[in-house]
């Protein structure tokens, strides 16, 4: 079964600083793609960022970067000099099989300035 | 970018009645789509694969003939949620998968179904 797990249901992190959100998967496929979704109040999901499991080098977007470590079948997100208008939930999700995608729990971020 | 519209945006409508969601992609095609459930503070519920032209995949615990999905061209897939009661009322999301274009999708805005 594909699943995706969400460990934190609540973050908060000061303004400027970073924060780290975990996520772990189970999967039987070989080839898949992870990504971060993050859903403001507006309920619109926003693609953060993607990984594809076949890459080593971890995916990076300016602020957000992930710590993909597939033999430990992990996929972290990184917020580096966090800002306020990165509050929101984060889910993870798993493409796999490029049939569908599964999300995670969801983690609420709070950025508090 | 890649644009999804999804109409309504806000539904109230009767126990017992029928009402139906639409989910275009405005500037791709999309062989598939996807419908997910989203109650308050808890994830999205992956319901539905539609594919374009054929019957759609439906996840387990999904009632088919409630939940009545077409996808009769590649920029359209329908949701109609059929005798609504008030258990339905809940966010629905559309996701469409651009043609060709590997695993990226694209999120609809949502329609909060309200169900009196």
């Known amino acids: 079964a594909q699943t995706v797990t969400q460990s934190q249901p609540e973050m908060s992190v000061q303004e400027a600083e970073t924060v780290t959100l975990s996520c772990t998967y189970d999967?039987?496929?070989?080839?898949?793609?992870l990504f971060w979704y993050k859903q403001p109040p507006s309920r619109q999901m926003i693609l953060v960022i993607r990984?594809?499991?076949?890459?080593?080098q971890n995916a990076t977007e300016n602020r957000f970067s992930v710590n993909f470590q597939k033999a430990a079948k992990s996929f972290s997100l990184k917020i580096s000099d966090s800002q306020l208008g990165d509050a929101a939930m984060y889910f993870c999700?798993?493409?796999?099989?490029?049939?569908?995608?599964?999300f995670g729990q969801g983690t609420r971020l709070t950025i508090n300035p | 970018g890649a644009v999804v519209s999804q109409h309504p945006s806000w539904v109230i409508c009767k126990s017992g009645t029928s009402v139906k969601i639409e989910c275009r992609s405005l500037?791709?095609?999309?062989?598939?789509m996807f419908w997910y459930r989203q109650f308050p503070k808890q994830s999205l519920m992956l319901m539905a694969t539609?594919?374009?032209?054929?019957?759609?995949?439906?996840e387990q615990g999904v009632e088919k003939d409630k939940f009545l999905i077409n996808h009769a061209s590649l920029t359209l897939s329908t949701l109609t949620v059929t005798s609504a009661h008030p258990e339905d009322s809940s966010f629905y999301i559309c996701s469409a998968r651009p043609t060709g274009w590997g695993t990226e999708a694209f999120f609809g805005q949502g329609t909060r179904l309200t169900v009196v």
């Open positions: 999967t039987s496929e070989s080839d898949y793609y």
């Open positions: 999700a798993n493409f796999q099989g490029a049939q569908k995608l599964v």
């Open positions: 539609s594919n374009e032209g054929s019957k759609a995949t439906y």
């Open positions: 500037d791709f095609q999309a062989t598939t």
């Open positions: 990984q594809e499991a076949y890459k080593q």
